[in-house]
Each structure stands twice: as C-alpha cells, then as structure tokens.
C-alpha cells in the first residue's frame, strides 16, 4: 500500500499532460483551418481597378520659355559735326523724337560769315570766269586772221580755263560752308528715344563731340538662344503644312501673367549653325513695342507658343512615378499583370509628360494615378476617362535652366 501511494502523484500528472495536449492539438487544427480560410478569401479578392490607355506616337503641342535681353543695335550716338559754342537744346531727355527732329543748335553766326564770304567769291570766280570768256573768243578771231600770234591765243585759252577752274573752286567752297552752316542744327537721324546731353549748353566744343544718343526702342529686337533639339523641331515645324505658326510673346519676368504687359511678335530669324561651346542655336524675334514698355538692356523671356514635338509618346503626368533606378510608368502584360518600365523623359507639355525612351507602340499604360499599385499585381482596367487630345498650349515648360547643355 505505501508503494502504490508513491506512484499516485506521477499517474495524475501523466494524465494531465496527456489533456494538455490533447488540446494543443485541437486549437492547431483550428488555427490551421482559418488561415487556410484567410488565403482562399485573399485570392478571390476582386482585382483593384486602374485607367488604362494604349499608347501610340503623335504630335504634342507645347509652349517653351527661353531667356533673353532685349537688343538696339540701331542706338545712335549724336555728335557735332562742327566746332562753336553750344547754343540751345530742343527736346527733354527720355522723350520719343522723330527723324529729322531739332536736338541742339551750334552758334551759327561765324558760319553764316563764311557761307557770305563763299558766295561773294563764287560771284568774283564767275565774273572773271566770263571775262576771260569774251577776251577768249577775240583772241581766237585775230588769231584766225592772223593779227595775233599763236602765243597771245593760247595764253587767253589758259587764262580761260584757270577762270573756269577757279569758279569750280568756289562752288565747292560755298557748298562746304552751306554743309556747316546746316551742321550747326542737330537733328535726330531715326526715331527713338533721345538720352540725356552730355554737353551744358554755352559750352564752346570741338566737332566730334558727343552730344545724346538715340535708341529706337520700337521695334524692339530680341535675339536668345535654342537648345539645339528644339531649333531642329522648330525647323521642322516652320512652312509644314497643318501646322499652326509659332508664335513668340515677349514677357518681362515678375509680371508675365499680365498679359497687357507682354508684347506680341514673330520669330524671323534661327541660326543655321550650332555652337559648339554650348550647343545651342541662336534665334531672334522682333516685337512691336507702341507703348515703349520694354527698353534695350532689359532681361527677359521669350515665350514660344504653338511648338510640336513630332511623333512623340506622352503620358499624363500623375502617371510617372520615382523609382530607385530612376522615373518609371506602370505598364500591362497580357495577363494584366503590373510591371515597372523606367523611362526618360522629355518636355512637359501641360498635363502630359513626353517620354523619349521606354515606350512602344501598343503598350497599356496606367494613365490614373499609381497611388497603391506596385510590380506584379493584377489589375482590371478601365478605360481612362480623359481627353488625349487635350490642348496643352495654355501651360508651358521653362527653359530657361538648362541652356548650356546639349538636348
């Protein structure tokens, strides 16, 4: 009896051991029964939904910003053309003068006492000029009768034309006192804006001294420079048929989104050679500038409108996402599988990125926002609901960073 109470304690916790695991085992088999629940609920979840649109190569409209500084190289320096005392000044400074427009009168009397002096000798030259004629004219009479000797005829011959040389000399001389008499008036030789004198008026001046300048300041002349890429698609675009004509806006910087403040013209020149150095295209656009807005010096972009980029892919822009590896879109396999595709990027135009590698023709392509989808899932897709034809000339891409490198 004392054996068998010694074993007791042992038998009772076998066979509460024998229980605990029995119930181990029970609550496995549960657990394993709703994860296997779980995954079959997981693997008949609907497929999320995303726009989806086929992408193919076609014409994109943009506009493009370039920077520039506002050119005169037909500013002209006033000068005086003669010597004296500066008499009077007959404009304000900074206001538009016309051509032929009064600046400054030069003392004038010393050069009316030559233009005097000239024409009273022209008169004298004339009068001996025709003396000599006359005494000309007997000579050769009584040479032909042979009253005079061939000597007296030629000397009235040479008498004549040093008379005649001398009349010339005169006529010169008056026309030179009448050029400076008129030099004594200043007068504007182009349309422009007249700067301030350089000269105090009763200042006594050599000729040659500078006096204002004139700086025609309409039409203005912008000339800026083209990334090489965008002059070679200028230069398809230009004279194709169907194609609108580009236009440049000239817009000061600050203030571009006033439209009163831009000036409206055309681009009338792109350079026929890239330079090498920065390998960009040198361009020009003239503006017309009624209400002298805008000055020579003045730094300022020029705005392209109505550029194409020609047989281009473009997605819009929500549908680019940043990978580690660099930009990418989310394109679809045949079974509606998600994969990453790294792309280059072009231009922007508006809501459309245009990408210049990684796309084929015929490729699906997430054009909704990617928010949540990732590499290999399965998608169903849906049409995408927007315009691609949508105009993107009201938004533009800057270029104004970048323009020293190749495109």
Not at 187 to 201: C, F, K, S, W
Not at 261 to 287: H, I, M, P, W
Not at 372 to 401: F, I, K, R
Request: aromatic letters at 6%; glycine letters at 8%.
């Amino acid at each position: 009896m004392i054996e068998i109470s010694r074993y007791k304690p042992v038998m009772w916790g076998l066979a509460a051991t024998l229980v605990l695991m029995g119930t181990g085992c029970s609550e496995g088999s549960s657990a394993g029964k709703a994860a296997s629940a779980n995954g079959e609920s997981a693997q008949k979840a609907p497929a999320a939904k995303a726009e989806v649109a086929q992408v193919s190569r076609r014409n994109i409209p943009l506009d493009k910003r370039y920077p520039a500084m506002i050119r005169s190289d037909a500013a002209v320096s006033i000068v005086a053309r003669v010597s004296g005392r500066l008499e009077s000044q007959h404009y304000k400074p900074g206001e538009q003068v016309r051509p032929g427009q009064l600046l400054y009168v030069i003392e004038q009397a010393p050069y009316k006492a030559e233009l005097a002096q000239a024409q009273a000798n022209l008169a004298s030259a004339q009068a001996t000029y025709e003396n000599a004629r006359r005494d000309n004219q007997r000579y050769e009479t009584l040479f032909q009768k042979g009253a005079i000797s061939q000597q007296s005829r030629d000397s009235a011959r040479n008498t004549l034309a040093t008379s005649l040389a001398s009349v010339q000399q005169t006529k010169a001389a008056l026309d030179s006192a009448r050029i400076n008499l008129d030099y004594t008036e200043v007068r504007a030789p182009t349309a422009g804006q007249a700067g301030l004198n350089e000269v105090n008026i009763g200042t006594v001046m050599t000729a040659n001294t500078e006096l204002t300048t004139v700086t025609p300041v309409d039409p203005l002349e912008v000339r800026f420079q083209l990334p090489q890429r965008d002059a070679f698609q200028l230069r398809q675009q230009i004279g194709r048929a169907g194609v609108p004509d580009v236009q440049a806006v000239l817009e000061f910087p600050g203030i571009s989104g006033d439209a009163a403040s831009n000036l409206v013209g055309k681009l009338d020149f792109l350079g026929s050679n890239v330079d090498q150095g920065t390998s960009t295209v040198e361009a020009r656009a003239s503006f017309s500038n009624p209400q002298h807005l805008f000055l020579p010096g003045q730094f300022v972009r020029v705005h392209l409108q109505n550029m194409v980029r020609f047989n281009a892919f473009a997605v819009p822009q929500i549908a680019v996402k940043q990978g580690l590896m660099g930009p990418q879109v989310l394109v679809l396999d045949q079974n509606n599988h998600l994969q990453g595709r790294l792309v280059k990027l072009g231009d922007q135009a508006g809501n459309w990125q245009i990408i210049d590698e990684g796309l084929a023709s015929g490729d699906r392509v997430v054009f909704s926002d990617p928010g949540s989808l990732s590499e290999g899932m399965t998608v169903d897709p849906q049409p995408w609901s927007g315009d691609h034809d949508a105009n993107a000339q009201d938004s533009s891409s800057s270029a104004e960073a970048g323009q020293n490198s190749g495109a």
